[in-house]
């Protein structure tokens, strides 16, 4: 800040002075600034790209469970723990993608090279989870598994990071970021949900050789093929369609030095905001992963659903995905991003906990009946369209906290931010998962079940100990939210004095070029 207060004389250096954003590092393109709303063409192909994250998301909870344990034959802690330690290098591997994406300045811009280098590695890994090789031991299974996970989560993380962190630089409006990251949730939701509807209808149905289509071995190996291709094409779609496009971000011209940055990280997480989202993400992640890995089983064993019903229900998140999408944005600017989401996610808990208590009291309709399925579907609409509204609105939240820092530390990092977000996600829904795979062996819960030949004694034991565990984590979650800070207001105040002092740094870079160019050679 000093050595830019020296070149600009007198006029600029009072209002350095009153600015003191960060350490004086923004850069000369007015970062905070930008168009407010987007395209609908650059929205449609930015949530283009979520197809392939919404696939993977929905294929690593219950279903990779369900064929490494029940189909392959692997322990259900084996799995759990391939699943955890997987996490392990994502932990490594994540916050310098995000650093490293933040601070790129290729032709390309920051995010895209990432992008488009993660597309066949996607694709590569996905298909080779579900297609493993025949007579390996069960050793040589896990140690495949494992690599496999590791393979996907990383090439995953590739796209999905710098794509993450594209929002804030698409728009830095308040209410518009709310309808650009619905659009990112709603294809995420179709994407996973279309291909699970796929397999269970399709690749998993029931057939004279598999009255139980959930033990096809052939059928998942079909799914990740055509998964795979899926995910292929829509990432690559996404990077052409968002090519170019958004505030141009370039590096500031005085890099810190390795004390600096430790010290902008410091910082960084610091920020009380960033803080009550991680801590929330923390609990509830624990809790959805226990969710992911269980839900399969109590569909299939606890309700007895067939895989053709049960893909009725996987088809109703596409309609929570539309309402969603419309209803988030409408709900954010009338209540405000916390209120909404505070609200949306206490309704959510109350519809995901409620159909196994009232089983439990002799309250819902009775298994193979038509009734059940229409009571799991309304309540899986209700409960997923709240749960989206709520993802979408915390996602936004925190593109707000981008300028929030910056206004902190004098640089944008976009990457890091939604890097650590998804990575702690990342990391609690793998212990979730992993402690799905310990209650499944905790319960005594047998391999290759048939539904209706499984103990009430043991599903009774498995859901008492679920919901209640269930119920707490997100009540927690939400009290964690409650200490949010950044409203319409403070956002407008961050965004001001970002533009103010990108306007002055560029400014002063004249001056001190007019400067230059009238000294004697």
């Not at 009946?369 to 996602?395: C, E, H």
């Amino acid at each position: 800040m000093e050595v830019i207060k020296a070149h600009a004389g007198g006029g600029l250096a009072p209002a350095l002075d009153a600015l003191q954003v960060g350490d004086g590092n923004l850069t000369a393109t007015p970062s905070g600034t930008g168009t407010a709303e987007v395209g609908q063409g650059v929205r449609l192909f930015y949530g283009l790209g979520a197809i392939a994250f919404g696939i993977n998301h929905a294929a690593l909870g219950s279903l990779v469970m369900m064929f490494f344990n029940q189909v392959v034959g692997l322990p259900a802690r084996w799995v759990g723990t391939a699943i955890a330690l997987a996490l392990v290098f994502d932990g490594i591997f994540d916050p310098l993608l995000g650093q490293w994406s933040d601070h790129v300045n290729s032709r390309w811009g920051r995010r895209h090279p990432f992008m488009y280098a993660s597309a066949i590695p996607i694709a590569a890994a996905f298909y080779f989870l579900w297609n493993p090789p025949l007579g390996l031991s069960e050793h040589q299974m896990f140690y495949y598994l494992l690599a496999m996970l590791i393979a996907l989560r990383l090439s995953v993380s590739l796209y999905e990071i710098p794509s993450a962190a594209l929002a804030p630089e698409l728009t830095p409006d308040y209410d518009e970021r709310t309808t650009l990251l619905s659009y990112r949730f709603f294809f995420g939701m179709m994407g996973g949900g279309t291909m699970a509807v796929l397999a269970f209808q399709v690749f998993l149905r029931k057939d004279a050789a598999h009255p139980l289509g959930v033990l096809n071995r052939a059928g998942y190996g079909a799914y990740g093929l055509t998964a795979a291709v899926v995910m292929l094409i829509t990432i690559l779609i996404s990077c052409f369609g968002t090519h170019g496009r958004g505030m141009v971000i370039t590096e500031p011209r005085k890099h810190s030095d390795f004390a600096g940055r430790i010290q902008q990280i410091k910082t960084t997480f610091s920020n009380q905001s960033l803080v009550a989202l991680m801590v929330a993400a923390l609990i509830a992640g624990t809790a959805g992963g226990l969710g992911a890995g269980l839900s399969l089983y109590i569909a299939t064993y606890f309700w007895e659903l067939s895989p053709h019903e049960i893909s009725f229900l996987v088809a109703s998140g596409a309609i929570a995905a539309v309402l969603a999408v419309g209803l988030a944005p409408v709900v954010s600017k009338r209540m405000g991003k916390k209120r909404a989401m505070i609200t949306v996610f206490i309704m959510a808990m109350i519809a995901d906990v409620i159909p196994i208590p009232l089983r439990l009291v002799g309250l819902m309709p009775a298994n193979h009946t038509r009734a059940l399925l229409a009571a799991l579907l309304a309540d899986g609409i209700v409960r997923d369209t709240l749960g989206v509204m709520g993802f979408i609105i915390v996602a936004s939240m925190v593109a707000d906290i981008v300028e929030d820092i910056a206004v902190q530390t004098g640089k944008r990092s976009e990457g890091l931010l939604f890097a650590a977000n998804g990575l702690l996600l990342k990391w609690v829904t793998a212990i979730g998962t992993f402690a799905s795979g310990l209650l499944l062996e905790f319960s005594h819960f047998p391999q290759g079940a048939t539904p209706g030949n499984v103990d009430p004694l043991i599903l009774r034991h498995l859901v008492l100990i679920f919901v209640p565990f269930t119920a707490c984590c997100h009540a927690m979650a939400i009290t964690a939210l409650t200490f949010y800070r950044i409203d319409r207001t403070t956002h407008q105040h961050n965004l001001d004095r970002l533009r103010d002092a990108a306007a002055v740094a560029e400014l002063v870079t004249e001056k001190a070029g007019e400067d230059a160019a009238a000294l004697p050679p």
